[in-house]
């Protein structure tokens, strides 16, 4: 991890103890600056806090994914929109809230040509309220705060049916080719 989102990764930890009155866990973002695809999850599960990686609970469907876009883990960083655990399955409007900016950061200094959201993911993000099955697969330009990206929403691998299989390959192979160029989707790397 470079200076920079090591020390991005410093400031989130002490923005949320200021805000919390105490150390909170969290978990910082594994990957580099550079990186072709962002995956982003909701927010960290126990066994992400205690691997300090995200992701450690779902690691084997997670490797898959990457694997079948065709990256080189190196060309991928993985992290958490909502950098704490919280109580619920889901957080609320103030956890988001408190870590929307510090996400958008991480992109402003990954600069990847996409960003793919899993499962619940897409939904913490403005405007997009609407959920993975109505938005998979489909490239949209976001743009929050300082960071303008390409997001993909994807369902979690852990959690696809049967029913949506084919469409979670589609999906996978949609973002293969909008990263190597082969897609006429939004792109304005930023």
Known sequence: MSVTLNRLNQDMARFLKHVFGEWLPTV??????????IIAGDMPRREDLLGQRPFCKHGQEISRMVAEIGLPDEDVYFTY????????????????????PWFAKEVEAIKPL?????????????????GVRGEHGKCKRIELYDAAFNLFSLYHPAWVKNT????????????????????DEPKNKS
């Open 81 to 100: 929109i909502v950098k704490f655990p919280v109580q619920g399955k889901t957080p609320n409007f103030e956890e988001t809230a408190l870590s929307l």
């Open 28 to 37: 910082p973002g594994a990957g580099r600056e550079g990186a072709k695809l």
């Open 164 to 183: 949506e299989i084919k469409a979670y390959h589609e999906d996978l192979q949609a973002i293969a080719r909008f990263i190597s160029g082969a897609s």
């Open 114 to 130: 996409a960003v793919a959201a899993l499962g619940r993911a897409v939904q913490l993000l403005p405007h997009h309220r609407v």
